[in-house]
Each structure stands twice: as structure tokens, then as C-alpha cells.
């Protein structure tokens, strides 16, 4: 892999639904890196409670302040509601690197399963509404679980990185490497998010039989 | 994982379109684990030149012959006549285990993006027309090159093994073992099978940017 990595670690990250498992998740795992993270919501006191849960730096506000001050913007929000919320921060997001980790599924006896988008995926969806964002998509397959679990020191996985923006995906790759374990894995082009997306289904088919928190390596790289 | 794994060795395999390159790829490689090969394609004659270019004990026939004596077939044929070439082989398919490894992809001068299919996926089109066999979707990320390369002894990474059929998913994880640095990990149902197929596009990328032949690996399990 090329040596040629981007300087992330004054990066300030803000993380829109900081407050569910995958924003605190990665809220904890990047400030642990020595990144300063700001945790967003809908209620500002929801994501303060949210940040002083996780404790350390992490510091909490209402999701336009959080997308307007952070320097990268992870969003970390419910599939159901995407849309609506990113079309709300599109002044706020305008110019930053926007990285998308919404898995759109559906859940039913037999599992989960991915859902068809409109725009092909979730990412693309980001980037049909922040046109002036440069939309990156990652950190998909990362268990929130492990994220969480303060006995977890190393997370082993590769996180896929897509995007159409060369300089952007560099730097989240470089991103994803500040957790330890973790490497930033160019994996295509937003136009092929969706499987990524969607395997996430197939994750967690894999948990329940294996009974275990999966995740991906690539191999020969 | 579970040690619980079926005894394959004496299953002889057919290869629909093992004419191709991941057709004589996993050929070989089968062969050389000890199985009874059989290759096929429209042309008698071609299977046969594509069997004796491979070596070993590889035997060619045409389709109709492939389907009807192999113990277990795999589909490798090309996504354009998918459809159509299953129909015909409806009934010499009945009662068998069928592996569907088929990516249908569509490229551009971006390189390789997922075509929408009707079913879903090429495994639920399979699975569709051969209502009375067990279709099994694996095999989607097997480099070509790696396969068919007589120096590389090892390929590590694991294949993906989807279907809603346990016994015939265990039986195709159990042969995925058989060929050195390869592991078969159950991947969940056959509707979760397009995203499979899809990343293959994703690979594509990876393997341009990196220089590579990459695979996966599923952690922790």
C-alpha cells in the first residue's frame, strides 16, 4: 500500500447521531486517537449526555452546530430520516469531506436485508443533497459493540473508503488507520456503495451464525 | 467456527462455463484437491480443449452432460445467457446442489459497476428457473488469475457461502476448505446474494488502485 499518507491528527471530527451505538462508537475510538470530537443530535442536551457518557473530550451539541464547527463530519443518523436531516445541514456541511456510514436495512424474521434507495445508496443520496460536500462512504461493517467495549483495545478490520474524490478518501483512509487495528481501504467509487451498504446485512447474518463481531480484511494488499 | 464439517472428498464437480477463466480456474484447483472434474460448455469439443489445456484429469463435455453426471455443479458461465442456458439444463439439474458464482457486472471507462437484476441476483435468477434444485450462491471474489496461476499454491481468503438450504450451504463451505488457504464462511441467505455478486465490482477497484488480486477475509470468527 502506498506510504503516502495524509497528516490527519489535528483533524476535529463531528459525528451527526452521535447519541446511537455507532456515533458514540466511533466518538470514543476518535477521541482515544487524540482527535477533539463533537457529538451531535437533534437536542443539544441529548447529545451533552450522550458525549459525557463517553467521557474523555467528547463534547456535545445540536447537529447543525456540530456540522458547522467540526473540520470532517461523520453522519451516523438512522437510515429512516437521512434525507431530511442532511438536507437541513447543507449550508452548515458545504466544503467539508462528509463521510457516510448509514447502512439502509430492513429487519424481519429471517434477518436483515438491504433496502432498495432511490439514488442507489445511501452515499449517493448524501451526495445528491450535499452537493457542495465532498461525500465519502466508510466505516460500515465497524461493530458498534467492539467499539464500545473498553476491554477492546485493537479493532481488526479494514474499513472500505469510497468515494469520487481522491484527496477526501485519502485523508478518511488516514482517518480510519488513527484507530488502532483499523485500516482505511480504498474501495471503489460512490456509484458502488451500495454493496458495501448492503453487506452489512450479510454481517450480521455471519454474527448470529458465528456468534461473533465480524468484520473484513482484503486480502493481497 | 464449527468442526462439524461434511466429508466431500468424494463429490465429483461439473463446471458450466469452465471454459471461461474462473471456470478453468476452479477446475483446476479441484482437481488437484482430488475431486472428479468435469468442465462444460455449448461445445463438446471446446470442453474438451479447455479440459486438456488444464491437464491433469480434467474431462470436458457439453452442458447437458456436465449437469446430468456431476455430483454437485458449479455455474460460471458468462451473466449475458445466464438465464437461458439454466432453463435448458432445468432437468439434469434437478435434486443437485447448484453453486452459482456469477457477477453481473457492467463496465465502463470508470471500470465495473453491478447491474440491476430482475430477481434480485444472478443466485435468486438460478434459483428461480431451478425450482427443484439447491442453489447455493459462493465463489464470487476467487481471483482468476490466482486460480489459474501454477505458482501460487496457496490462495487465502475466504469464500462467502449464501442459501437457505443448510445442508447443501455446509456442503459447499466443506469443498470451499478443500482447496489450500481457502475457508468457506456461511454469508446468510440468497436474498442477500446481489450484494455479494456486487462487490466484485468493488474488488475490481481495489485490485486497479492496489495492484492486487484481493480477497476477503472474515474476522473474528
Redesign the interface.
Known amino acids: ?1 502506498s506510504t503516502d499518507i495524509p497528516d490527519v491528527g489535528g483533524i476535529s471530527i463531528g459525528i451527526l447521531g452521535g447519541t446511537g451505538d455507532q456515533g458514540k462508537g466511533l466518538a470514543r475510538r476518535f477521541a482515544l486517537a487524540g482527535h477533539s470530537v463533537l457529538i451531535g443530535s437533534r437536542s443539544a442536551e441529548r447529545a451533552q449526555e450522550a458525549a459525557a457518557s463517553i467521557g474523555g473530550s467528547v463534547r456535545g451539541a445540536d447537529n447543525p452546530t456540530v456540522a458547522a464547527e467540526a473540520d470532517v463530519v461523520i453522519v451516523a443518523i438512522p437510515w429512516d430520516g437521512h434525507r431530511s436531516t442532511l438536507e437541513s445541514l447543507r449550508a452548515e456541511l458545504a466544503g467539508k469531506i462528509v463521510i457516510d456510514c448509514v447502512n439502509p436495512l430492513g429487519f424481519d424474521k ?5 433496502l432498495a434507495v432511490e439514488e442507489g445508496s445511501a452515499a449517493q443520496q448524501a451526495a445528491a443533497v450535499l452537493t457542495e460536500s465532498r461525500v465519502v462512504a466508510a466505516f460500515h461493517h465497524v461493530s458498534a459493540v467492539l467499539l464500545l467495549n473498553p476491554e477492546v483495545d485493537k479493532i ?2 479494514d474499513v ?1 473508503v ?1 468515494g469520487d474524490d481522491r484527496e477526501a478518501t485519502d485523508t478518511v483512509q488516514a482517518l480510519a488507520g488513527r484507530i488502532p487495528g483499523m485500516r482505511g ?5 460512490l ?2 456503495a ?3 451498504e ?2 452489512t ?2 454481517f ?3 454474527n448470529r ?2 456468534k ?10
Do not use: C, F, K, W
Not at 461473533?212 to 494488499?221: E, Q, Y
Open positions: 500500500m429471517q434477518g436483515a436485508y438491504a481488526d478490520l472500505l469510497l481501504v480504498y474501495g471503489g467509487r456509484r458502488n451500495h454493496q458495501v448492503a453487506m446485512a450479510n450480521i447474518s455471519i451464525r458465528y461473533a463481531h465480524a468484520g473484513l480484511r482484503v486480502t493481497d494488499i
